[in-house]
Structures are given as C-alpha cells and as structure tokens.
C-alpha cells in the first residue's frame, strides 16, 4: 500500500484532528492485505473554503438608498449587514463588522461609493468600485447619536444631525470632521425654554445650496444660512414632525407629522403653514379638524413639467382602520390611490428622471422596503401596477423548512422545469423594464448546472436555477393540494399531529436522471410525484395507508400471519382498495374508544387537475394506533429502476412498490435484526411471531400490514437528531426502544461475503449506528414488472459504527462512484408505440441487474459516514479498510459524498463549526477550517454540499448563504463576480434660462470648502469622533487592476485611503495601477486571506 505523508495531509489542521488522522493512518497502515490500491489524485492544496454569493431577501432591513445615475440600490439591516442591487444577476453582500444596525445609507451619487450611518454612531465610507466592496474610512462619534445625514448631490461635506440637536459636518473625502458645528440653541429660537428634540431632517435649498433646512423632532423647523451662522426663519408646529421634503423651486416644503398631517410651508411666511392636509382624515361637516391619524412617517414631493405634482407618502391610515394592512398613499393632482402592502413598510424612495434637485423631477417608479418583501410600483402607468422582481427575493415566502442543492445535474433538467414554470407566473405586472438596472455582470467560468430545491412551510417545494452563482426561480409544486383543507380551525379534523403548518416539508428526496420527486412531510405523510409535460386530470388520487407499529401490548392479531403473496397481484390496478386487513380494527376509532386506523390529513376524493410539472403518483399516509400518533419521519429515499420508495422512523421501516401501489415491507427496527440484534431486545409485540432465522424471512410483497405511523413535530429531521443525547452508549432503554431510521441507500452490490456478483439491495442505517442490508429480488422490466411481485429479503448482513448513520455511498474497484440505478426520464401520459416498448423491455432491466462485463473477482467499497467516524468497508469480504475518527468531541450535522476535480471525496459539517473533507477510499484530511459555530437549528436543518465544490445553508430566514470548498472556484470567484461600479456621464445640470442667469434666478450655489474647510472653521474637537482608516485602499486597487473594469474607471479610481478629491486622481492612479497590475495576484490572496478572518462573521 502507499504510505501517506502524514506531516504534509497534518499542515494548517487544528491539533484534535491531527491526533484523530494519526491515529487513524496508523491504524491503516497496520490493517495490511489491502485490495487493490486506488490512486487517489485530491491532496490539500485542492481545497479552500471562502463564501461565495448571499441570495435572497435582506432579513430585518432597516435602511435604503439609491443612486439614480448609476441605477443601483443599497439596503441596510440590523445586523449590520449591506446588499447592493444592480440589474438582475448583480448583486452583492458585504457585512459591517460590529453587527450594529444601518440606519441611514447616502450614496455620493456617480462615484462608485456610499457612506453608512450605524446604530453604535459609526459612520462608513464604502468603495464600490471593487467587486467586494470594502471600507475605506470609518469615524466614531464618541459624545454624540448619529440620527440623521444628508450628502448634498455632487459635494463632499456630509452633514451629520445628532440626538442633541445639533449638526457636524464631515469631508467624505479624508473621513474628518469640520470644525464648523450647527449648535441646536443657536438654531432654535432663544426664547424658547425646551430642547427641541433630536435632528430628524437636514437638507439643502434645492436653488441655494447656502440655506440649510433642519427639521427637529418636537416640529420646529429651521432654515439656517451657512454663511451668516444663522437662522432665516424659524417654523413651529405643536406636532411631532417625522419627515420633510422640499419642491424643486426651494419657495415650498412639506412636513408630515405623527396626527397624521401635512403641512406645506411657504419658505418666507414662517408664522403658520401654507395649506394642512389630512390624506386619510375624515371631513366632519361642520368646519372642525378631521380627526387625527396614525403618523404619516415619510413624505416625498415630486414634481413633473407637463402636470400635478406627486405627493407619496407612508402612513396616516386613521385609526379605526383597524386590521388593515399597510398602506402606501400617491396623491397626484385631485386623485388619490391607497396602495396595500403584505408586510409594514420599512422606507420608500421614489425614482426620478435626474439627480439634480433643483429641476422638475419626472418621477417614473417608487421602491417600497417592506419588512420581508421589495416593491416596485410604476407611477406612469394608470392604476400604478407593479414591477415583475427579478431578484430572487421569495426564498421565505413561506418559511423554509429543508434544501437540497445538486450541482452538474443533466443539461435537460433546467429547461423543462422552466417551461413549466413559466406557466405559473403572474398577469398585470408593469410593461417597462426593471428600473435598478445597473452593474455589469461577470464572467461565467462554470458551465455547468446547478440546481437548489427548497421545502416550504405551506407544503410548498421551489425548484431554483442556481448555476453560475445566480439564482432565478425556475417552478413552484404545492404539494398541499392533494388534501382537503379545513376552512377555519373549527373544521379541522382533531387527528393533527401539529399545531400548525400540516403540510410542512420534511425530507426532500429526488433522482435527477428520471426527474422522480419524493417528499415526507410533517403530518407523517409521502408524496411521491412523476414529471410530465402534459396536463393531466386524476379521477382518484391513489392512496396508502400505513400502520407502523413498535411496543403494542394490548393489539389482538390472528397469529400476525401474512398475507399469502398469491392475494396480491392485481390489487395494483385499483389502489384505493389496497387496505389490507391485517389487524381487525379498521375503524377510526378502537373498541375502547382510541383513535386507531387514522391519517392525520385527509385526501381530495374529487378529480384533482394536474397541470404540466410534477404529478401525484401516490400519497402514502401513516396512521394512528391505539391512541397514538403517527411518529415522524427521519428518512426516505426513492429509486427509479426499481419502482421503490423506502422511509423509516423511531418505529420501523415501510417499503411501498409506487408501480403496483403495493406496501411490500413493514417492520419494526428491533425486527430488521432478527436473531442477530446486539441488545438482546424483545419486541413486545404480540404480532412479531416470524421464524427469527434472518431478520425478514421470506418477506415478499405480500407482507402487506400496510399502514405505517409516524408522527411529526414542526421540527425537521435533523432537530430529532439534535435533540438526541451525544453519548454513543446505548445502555439508555428509551435510546434502545426508539432506535430510528437515519439512512437509506438502495445500490447494486453485494449483499453478502459469499456473493460472487452485485444485486439490488437496500442498505439501512438507524441512529445507534448499525447498518443493515435487504435484498431486493425485482421482476423483468416491462409488462412483468407490473404484475409479478417484489420479493424483499433480509441478508443477515449487519455493520457497526460510532454515532447515527448519516449517508452511504458505494465506489467500484477503481474508486469511481457507483450512482444508484435510474431510469432515464420519459413522458407518462404519452402512451408508448411498439418500438419504444420494446426498448423499454430491453432498458429496464439492465439498470438492475449486474453488468455482465463485472468480473467475480472484481469487488466494490462502502463508504459510510456516521456522527462520529467514517469508515470504508471493502466487499464483499466486508472487512473495514479504511476508518477515520471524525470527531471525538462534537458530531457531524451533514456528511455527502461529492465529486471534485473529477475525483470523489467526503466533505462533513460538524456541530462546532468545523468543516473537514476526507479523501477516499483512504479516508486522508485534506481540509478542517473553522467556518461558524452551530448557531440555531436553521444551520443544522439545511446545510448541504454537493459535486464541483459546492456548499449552502440558510444563513437567516430568509437568506441563502452559498461557500466553495473548492479552490479552483475561490481563484475564479473574483472573474465571477458582478461589477456594481460602471463607468457613466452625469447627466447635464438643468439650463438656468436667460432670464434667470439675467435676474439672479436660478440654483445659486456655494463654496463649501471656504465656509467648512479647516482654514475658514479650524479643527473640530479630537474627542468628538475618532477616524478609523478602513482595510479597502489596497485592495480597491487591486479590484480594479484585476477586475474586468472599463479603461476609464481604471483611470477614474476615486477613493483611496489618504483622501485625495473625489474623480480627480487620474496620475497617481496611472502609477498605482502600473504597480497594481503585476502584483494583483499577491493582493488576490491578501483578500483571500483576510476574507477568512471574517468566517465567524455573518
């Protein structure tokens, strides 16, 4: 056998896992008489594990902001996180690292760059002309809460409102304050005795850049010259102001106030406002205030050359609207629309034709943040529709209860569950283009497809494209419609097993090739489902019933006999009647008045219209026994070539033949054992009266006590597991009563040490850690399929490991995987002509039976992973030839067996946050890292890796987070990755008119270096705030040299860390660049490098 270099495999590995692997390989040195050896090509320096995209709607935003020349969007969170959105397939996630909430995000318009304001006072300056964004400047107010900011268009001093009512004033460019200050008693009038309450406006005059608008909480509002160090005019209100906005003229503003008011000022009569609306204020008749209304949060006044003015605002519903959803009021001109949201709104922005503030405004659409959704409406189309979202904003449109992700399935897939999408889409969408149409995208390297299938909450399943690290929505299967739904809860039938979400997906399991889908969900039932392209109309919904039974003392059986195998054949062509009375009580209820023989849900007995897409092939349902619910499901697996599904819980086993509608198996854990179970348990069942020769005797398709239980918690599988103690010990007698179906794996190999060629079987592995082996004699293909049975029988054959099994897999005697058989998918509800029948007889049964090419002496190795160790199992000796202790301390979540650089390894998550992959057969580390502790059970449920190096989990409710643990695709990442920055004019500033330049009209504007800079206002006080130079200089360098940029942002880098003047570095940035260019690929890995520093991060 080779010898492994242990002290390379060992580099950069934590020390418990270095004890674990140098043990191991010594153990395999020792173990000798190896089978032939497999030349395995993976080593360590194949591997590296770095994030690669975040997808999916930005849980608890909190802030927004859009530039409109640039077309692209900010959202802030409160946790800390930023997603920026360009044109669909362009997005980005960067992360701020003290986690404190955004509450306000300013774009500098057309400069690649946006500054964030933070929960903790922090202000942020991000470059966005790198493809990972980073910051550049950070400054930390130490005496004062940031509550407002506002960045005039084209100026590069920030002003920053704070809690005490006054007003600093930051220069973006080198991150420092001003020492020119707004103090609020200078603003307010002297007058008055009480503290006018936080800033929670500043903008400029639109046509005077010296006249600074402040708005304070209480409702007083200032207009201060800068120039004069005074207040022009002060306006009182006696109600709490929460927003402002000017028109373009500069002689008119709006403020919308917490009774549900606006008030429109004329900028020179401060004593009381030009005119008071109340949007949702009832009109009482006699001449009296309407009454007041909930708060209007946030007003918008936008004008337009050809007509009324557009005012938009949020809130205001009076107060006896109660139950109504959140409103989003447009009033233009005399008509008013009241625009329902789902959720609450969070902000709004309206988007207008230019970004300069003093020209008419010509808005076009507004973007509405919602708590858990993106809208967009149209403004210029009649009845306001909304835009179609291309984001794939819909992952938690009901919760996500489980995902799976298959990377490189066949080409085929892709295309036809988006034919049968397209179908489902929505009507009355807006006819224009999605206005956030910024951003290029990057280069594809990876060809091939990926697909993400998530379980929803509702019994809901999506079907995601997710190649080339986007993700699009591809087609949506409602698994709920089989049932019959109750209408209010007083209808619901008290059989339920959980409180709510009935329907809820537990268990995804699904064969590419043949496009057969099947589910478990919550309510102890399976789905199983066939693709068709055809519509379809099903008279009966065929159906299962399953009586799973364990410890039952009080069940009379005659003799618990089985059904003989001759009454059997035929049942398959009427399904429904297939309820075969094995046990005497078939009523819904047992002579003592328990509930016994139920499903928890109830199926459709009407003709159920299947359209194109997925297509009930049958509902299999667990019911109740004796008062006992059904127990849940812990796993499940489908297979095309042989027409089984087979799924296990804390109770037993159920195999269904879906081809004749048949149950073929049934039994209790402890009864897959037979004779050779190691606890020496007693099933306590008076119905288990089998010879104990070798576990299943003789158990063929007549076995049918057909109706299995199983409960279900809301939880899903892997909370079961979880939950469970870690100790391996089984001396626990509830451990030992309620040992659960963990995996199962059908396969061709051999089922014995005296095979001489593989067969079909099934391989089981329950939660103690034995694997056991059943032996499925199949009929010929064809007609004969349909009407000989299934013959199911034990092997005797029983494995052991450390911890629950996980996942199984099978490699042939050159290492390859050995994939469980399929069929290739056809069209069901087209009928067959000869030839192709003929082709079917020959097609079907060589996908299982063994190749005639497979030599005797030929053998295969079974790769089985568990909790705590994997080991590798050489047959059909069955001796162990490979073992690597995983972990002593902790236990793997999720173990897949993975192709990589067209070799296989096994990749493993375990519960303390580590992530190991292990080469095979010989079982080699090749990676361990630290990526994120297991923070809640919505990391443990979805967690998943698949071929080509891909990895995913649900980071919040409603994200996706994707890794690679591949290094090829770290090193492509930075080509992958979209570019948010594109190189584009400002557009012209609005023509001031002869008349105007003439007379003084017009913009008039100011010189704000001379009034802010230091020469004019001196240095701001050191205490104030502290500056933090931010770690994105060099690497926006290097973003830039590197990144597929356009020759003019190359020569238009903006931002660097010294802070020299915004768009005007074209000379040192030549000669940075030059340098840039030929290390770019150390910087690279700085990146890289500093990147995983942050994986603890999300």
Same mark, same amino acid.
């Given at each position: 056998?080779?010898?492994?270099? !242990?002290?390379?495999?060992?580099?950069?590995?934590?020390?418990?896992?270095?004890?674990?692997?140098?043990?191991?390989?010594?153990?395999?040195?020792?173990?000798? @008489?190896?089978?032939?050896?497999?030349?395995?090509?993976?080593?360590?320096?194949?591997?590296?594990?770095?994030?690669?995209?975040?997808?999916?709607?930005?849980?608890?935003?909190?802030?927004?902001?859009?530039?409109?020349?640039?077309?692209?969007? %900010? !959202?802030?969170?409160?946790?800390? %996180?930023?997603?920026?959105?360009?044109?669909?397939?362009?997005? =980005?996630? &960067?992360?701020?690292?003290?986690?404190?909430?955004?509450?306000?995000?300013?774009?500098?318009?057309?400069?690649?760059?946006?500054?964030?304001?933070?929960?903790?006072?922090?202000?942020?300056?991000?470059?966005?002309?790198?493809?990972?964004?980073?910051?550049?400047?950070?400054?930390?107010?130490?005496?004062?809460?940031?509550?407002?900011?506002?960045?005039? /268009?084209?100026?590069?001093?920030?002003?920053?409102?704070?809690?005490?009512?006054?007003?600093?004033?930051?220069?973006?460019?080198?991150?420092?304050?001003?020492?020119?200050?707004?103090?609020?008693?200078?603003?307010?009038?002297?007058?008055?005795?009480?503290?006018?309450?936080?800033?929670?406006?500043?903008?400029?005059?639109?046509?005077?850049?010296?006249?600074?608008?402040?708005?304070?909480?209480?409702?007083?509002?200032?207009?201060?010259?800068?120039?004069?160090?005074?207040?022009?005019?002060?306006?009182?209100?006696?109600?709490?102001?929460?927003?402002?906005?000017?028109?373009?003229?500069?002689?008119?503003?709006?403020?919308?106030?917490?009774?549900?008011?606006? #008030? !429109?000022?004329?900028?020179?009569?401060?004593?009381?406002?030009?005119?008071?609306?109340?949007?949702?204020?009832?009109?009482?008749?006699?001449?009296?205030?309407?009454?007041?209304?909930?708060?209007?949060?946030?007003?918008?006044?936008?004008?337009?050359?050809?007509?009324?003015?557009?005012?938009?605002?949020?809130?205001?519903?009076?107060?006896?609207?109660?139950?109504?959803?959140?409103?989003?009021?447009?009033?233009?001109?005399?008509?008013?629309?009241?625009?329902?949201?789902?959720? *609450? !709104?969070?902000? /709004?922005?309206?988007? &207008?034709?230019?970004?300069?503030?003093?020209?008419?405004?010509?808005?076009?659409?507004?973007?509405?943040? $919602?708590?858990?959704?993106?809208?967009?409406?149209?403004? %210029?189309?009649?009845?306001?529709?909304?835009?179609?979202?291309?984001?794939?904003?819909?992952?938690?449109? *009901?919760?996500?209860?489980? =995902?799976?992700?298959?990377?490189?399935?066949?080409?085929?897939?892709?295309?036809?569950?988006?034919?049968?999408?397209?179908?489902?889409?929505?009507?009355?969408?807006?006819?224009?283009?999605?206005?956030?149409?910024?951003?290029?995208?990057?280069?594809?390297?990876?060809?091939?497809?990926?697909?993400?299938?998530?379980?929803?909450?509702?019994?809901?399943?999506?079907?995601?494209?997710?190649?080339?690290?986007?993700?699009?929505?591809?087609?949506?299967?409602?698994?709920?419609?089989? /049932?019959?739904?109750?209408?209010?809860?007083?209808?619901?039938?008290?059989?339920?097993?959980?409180?709510?979400?009935?329907?809820?997906?537990?268990?995804?399991?699904?064969?590419?090739?043949?496009?057969?889908?099947?589910?478990?969900?919550?309510?102890?039932?399976?789905?199983?489902?066939?693709?068709?392209?055809?519509?379809?109309?099903?008279?009966?919904?065929?159906?299962?019933?399953?009586?799973?039974?364990?410890?039952?003392?009080?069940?009379?059986?005659?003799?618990?006999?089985?059904?003989?195998?001759?009454?059997?054949?035929?049942?398959?062509?009427?399904?429904?009647?297939?309820?075969?009375?094995?046990?005497?009580?078939?009523?819904?209820?047992?002579?003592?008045?328990?509930?016994?023989?139920?499903? =928890?849900?109830?199926?459709?007995?009407?003709?159920?219209?299947?359209?194109?897409?997925?297509?009930?092939?049958?509902?299999?349902?667990?019911?109740?026994?004796?008062?006992?619910?059904?127990?849940?499901?812990?796993?499940?697996?489908? @297979?095309?070539?042989?027409?089984?599904?087979?799924?296990?819980?804390?109770?037993?086993?159920?195999?269904?033949?879906?081809?004749?509608?048949?149950?073929?198996?049934?039994?209790?854990?402890?009864?897959?054992?037979?004779?050779?179970?190691?606890?020496?348990?007693?099933?306590?069942?008076?119905?288990?009266?089998?010879?104990?020769?070798?576990?299943?005797?003789?158990?063929?398709?007549?076995?049918?006590?057909?109706?299995?239980? &199983?409960?279900?918690?809301?939880?899903?599988?892997?909370?079961?597991?979880?939950?469970?103690?870690?100790?391996?010990?089984?001396?626990?007698?509830?451990?030992?009563?309620?040992?659960?179906?963990?995996?199962?794996?059908?396969?061709?190999?051999? #089922?014995?040490?005296?095979?001489?060629?593989?067969?079909?079987?099934?391989?089981?592995?329950?939660?103690?850690?034995?694997?056991?082996?059943?032996?499925?004699?199949?009929?010929?293909?064809?007609?004969?399929?349909?009407?000989?049975?299934?013959?199911?029988?034990?092997?005797?054959?029983?494995?052991?490991?450390?911890?629950?099994?996980?996942?199984?897999?099978f490699l042939d005697t050159t290492g390859s995987l050995v994939p469980p058989a399929h069929e290739p998918w056809r069209e069901y509800n087209v009928p067959e002509d000869k030839d192709e029948k003929e082709k079917a007889k020959k097609r079907r049964p060589v996908s299982v039976s063994p190749s005639s090419s497979q030599e005797i002496s030929e053998n295969q190795y079974a790769v089985i992973c568990s909790e705590k160790q994997a080991k590798v199992i050489s047959l059909?000796?069955?001796?162990?030839?490979?073992?690597?202790?995983?972990?002593? #301390?902790?236990?793997?979540?999720?173990?897949?067996?993975? *192709? $990589?650089?067209?070799?296989?390894?096994?990749?493993?998550?375990?519960?303390?946050?580590?992530?190991?992959? /292990?080469?095979?057969?010989? $079982?080699?580390?090749?990676?361990?890292?630290?990526?994120?502790?297991?923070?809640?059970?919505?990391?443990?449920?979805?967690?998943?890796?698949?071929?080509?190096?891909?990895?995913?989990?649900?980071?919040?409710?409603?994200?996706?987070?994707?890794?690679?643990?591949?290094?090829?695709?770290?090193?492509?990442?930075?080509?992958?990755?979209?570019?948010?920055?594109?190189?584009?004019?400002?557009?012209?500033?609005?023509?001031?008119?002869?008349?105007?330049?003439?007379?003084?009209?017009?913009?008039?504007? $100011?010189?704000?270096?001379?009034?802010?800079?230091?020469?004019?206002?001196?240095?701001?006080?050191?205490?104030? %705030?502290?500056?933090?130079?931010?770690?994105?200089?060099?690497?926006?360098?290097?973003?830039?040299?590197?990144?597929?940029?356009?020759?003019?942002?190359?020569?238009?880098?903006?931002?660097?860390?010294?802070?020299?003047?915004?768009?005007?570095?074209?000379?040192?940035?030549?000669?940075?660049?030059?340098?840039?260019? *030929?290390?770019?690929?150390?910087?690279?890995?700085?990146?890289?490098?500093?990147?995983?520093?942050?994986?603890?991060?999300?």
């Amino acid at each position: 056998m080779r010898k492994f270099n !242990i002290r390379k495999v060992l580099d950069g590995l934590t020390a418990v896992s270095a004890v674990a692997s140098a043990s191991s390989a010594a153990q395999q040195q020792q173990a000798g @008489n190896r089978e032939t050896e497999i030349q395995e090509t993976l080593q360590s320096e194949h591997f590296q594990l770095c994030k690669t995209v975040r997808h999916g709607f930005p849980y608890q935003p909190s802030a927004l902001a859009f530039d409109p020349v640039q077309k692209i969007l %900010a !959202i802030g969170t409160q946790s800390g %996180a930023l997603r920026l959105f360009g044109r669909p397939g362009v997005e =980005c996630y &960067c992360q701020h690292d003290s986690g404190a909430a955004v509450i306000q995000l300013q774009f500098l318009i057309n400069e690649g760059a946006l500054v964030s304001a933070l929960a903790d006072d922090t202000l942020h300056l991000w470059n966005l002309r790198q493809k990972r964004p980073a910051i550049l400047h950070s400054l930390k107010f130490n005496r004062e809460r940031i509550t407002f900011c506002h960045l005039p /268009f084209q100026s590069k001093w920030l002003y920053v409102g704070t809690e005490r009512g006054n007003i600093h004033i930051v220069n973006v460019e080198s991150f420092t304050l001003s020492g020119y200050v707004i103090m609020w008693n200078k603003a307010i009038e002297l007058s008055s005795k009480s503290h006018p309450g936080p800033i929670v406006h500043i903008s400029d005059n639109p046509m005077d850049e010296g006249k600074l608008l402040i708005g304070f909480e209480s409702g007083t509002v200032v207009l201060w010259d800068l120039k004069s160090k005074k207040a022009d005019y002060r306006y009182t209100h006696d109600e709490a102001i929460h927003s402002v906005a000017w028109h373009h003229e500069g002689k008119q503003f709006i403020c919308s106030h917490s009774d549900g008011t606006l #008030t !429109i000022w004329n900028v020179k009569s401060p004593t009381k406002p030009f005119q008071t609306i109340t949007p949702h204020g009832k009109q009482l008749k006699d001449g009296k205030k309407p009454e007041p209304c909930k708060p209007i949060l946030k007003v918008e006044y936008k004008t337009t050359r050809a007509g009324e003015p557009f005012i938009i605002l949020s809130g205001g519903l009076s107060y006896d609207t109660v139950g109504r959803r959140p409103c989003l009021t447009v009033m233009h001109g005399k008509s008013t629309a009241v625009l329902e949201m789902d959720y *609450s !709104i969070v902000d /709004f922005l309206t988007l &207008c034709e230019t970004p300069y503030p003093n020209d008419f405004q010509e808005p076009y659409a507004v973007v509405v943040l $919602l708590e858990k959704d993106l809208v967009l409406i149209d403004l %210029a189309q009649n009845g306001y529709p909304i835009f179609e979202n291309p984001y794939p904003l819909t992952i938690h449109e *009901s919760p996500v209860t489980c =995902c799976e992700y298959f990377a490189d399935c066949p080409v085929d897939l892709i295309p036809a569950l988006y034919s049968v999408g397209a179908r489902q889409k929505r009507q009355g969408y807006s006819k224009k283009e999605w206005p956030i149409s910024g951003g290029n995208w990057g280069l594809i390297t990876q060809s091939y497809p990926e697909i993400i299938i998530t379980g929803h909450a509702d019994g809901s399943i999506k079907f995601w494209d997710a190649s080339a690290i986007t993700l699009q929505v591809l087609y949506k299967l409602k698994t709920a419609k089989v /049932f019959e739904k109750s209408r209010n809860k007083d209808d619901r039938p008290n059989t339920d097993i959980v409180d709510e979400d009935p329907y809820a997906i537990q268990i995804i399991s699904w064969c590419p090739e043949s496009r057969m889908l099947c589910i478990a969900g919550v309510s102890a039932h399976v789905i199983i489902y066939r693709f068709s392209k055809q519509e379809v109309t099903t008279e009966v919904i065929p159906m299962l019933e399953v009586r799973l039974l364990y410890e039952i003392n009080d069940i009379e059986t005659p003799d618990g006999e089985q059904v003989p195998p001759s009454s059997t054949p035929g049942t398959g062509s009427n399904p429904q009647s297939i309820v075969p009375q094995s046990h005497p009580s078939t009523s819904s209820s047992s002579s003592d008045g328990l509930r016994d023989n139920v499903p =928890c849900l109830k199926v459709k007995n009407s003709p159920l219209k299947q359209s194109p897409g997925y297509q009930t092939e049958l509902v299999i349902q667990l019911v109740w026994v004796s008062g006992e619910p059904p127990q849940q499901i812990t796993s499940l697996a489908v @297979n095309s070539a042989y027409g089984l599904v087979v799924f296990g819980n804390c109770n037993g086993i159920a195999m269904v033949d879906y081809l004749q509608k048949t149950v073929l198996l049934n039994l209790g854990t402890i009864e897959l054992y037979g004779s050779n179970d190691p606890y020496r348990r007693e099933p306590r069942s008076p119905r288990k009266t089998r010879q104990p020769s070798g576990g299943l005797c003789d158990i063929n398709e007549g076995t049918v006590v057909p109706e299995d239980r &199983c409960k279900s918690p809301t939880s899903d599988v892997k909370d079961n597991s979880f939950s469970r103690s870690r100790s391996s010990s089984v001396t626990s007698i509830d451990k030992e009563s309620r040992e659960a179906i963990s995996a199962l794996h059908f396969c061709e190999t051999f #089922t014995r040490k005296a095979d001489t060629s593989p067969s079909p079987c099934l391989w089981v592995g329950t939660t103690l850690g034995t694997v056991l082996v059943i032996v499925l004699n199949l009929p010929p293909g064809g007609e004969q399929r349909l009407l000989q049975p299934v013959i199911v029988s034990p092997s005797g054959t029983i494995l052991r490991l450390k911890g629950a099994i996980l996942r199984m897999a099978f490699l042939d005697t050159t290492g390859s995987l050995v994939p469980p058989a399929h069929e290739p998918w056809r069209e069901y509800n087209v009928p067959e002509d000869k030839d192709e029948k003929e082709k079917a007889k020959k097609r079907r049964p060589v996908s299982v039976s063994p190749s005639s090419s497979q030599e005797i002496s030929e053998n295969q190795y079974a790769v089985i992973c568990s909790e705590k160790q994997a080991k590798v199992i050489s047959l059909p000796s069955q001796n162990c030839t490979y073992k690597q202790n995983i972990t002593e #301390t902790s236990f793997v979540l999720r173990g897949d067996i993975v *192709s $990589l650089s067209n070799s296989i390894c096994l990749a493993c998550f375990c519960a303390n946050g580590h992530i190991m992959t /292990f080469s095979l057969p010989s $079982l080699r580390p090749l990676l361990d890292v630290y990526y994120l502790p297991l923070t809640n059970m919505r990391i443990a449920r979805t967690f998943c890796f698949t071929n080509n190096g891909q990895a995913l989990y649900l980071v919040s409710p409603t994200e996706i987070q994707r890794l690679t643990y591949s290094q090829e695709t770290c090193e492509n990442l930075q080509e992958m990755l979209g570019e948010l920055f594109t190189p584009v004019e400002t557009p012209e500033a609005p023509n001031r008119g002869f008349f105007k330049g003439l007379f003084g009209g017009g913009a008039q504007s $100011l010189d704000r270096e001379e009034l802010f800079g230091e020469s004019a206002s001196g240095k701001a006080s050191r205490s104030l %705030a502290q500056h933090i130079p931010g770690p994105g200089g060099i690497e926006g360098v290097k973003g830039a040299a590197s990144g597929v940029v356009g020759e003019l942002a190359r020569a238009r880098l903006a931002l660097d860390e010294r802070g020299q003047k915004l768009g005007e570095l074209e000379e040192k940035t030549a000669a940075m660049l030059y340098s840039a260019d *030929s290390f770019s690929k150390h910087a690279h890995e700085m990146m890289l490098k500093y990147k995983d520093k942050k994986w603890y991060q999300f």
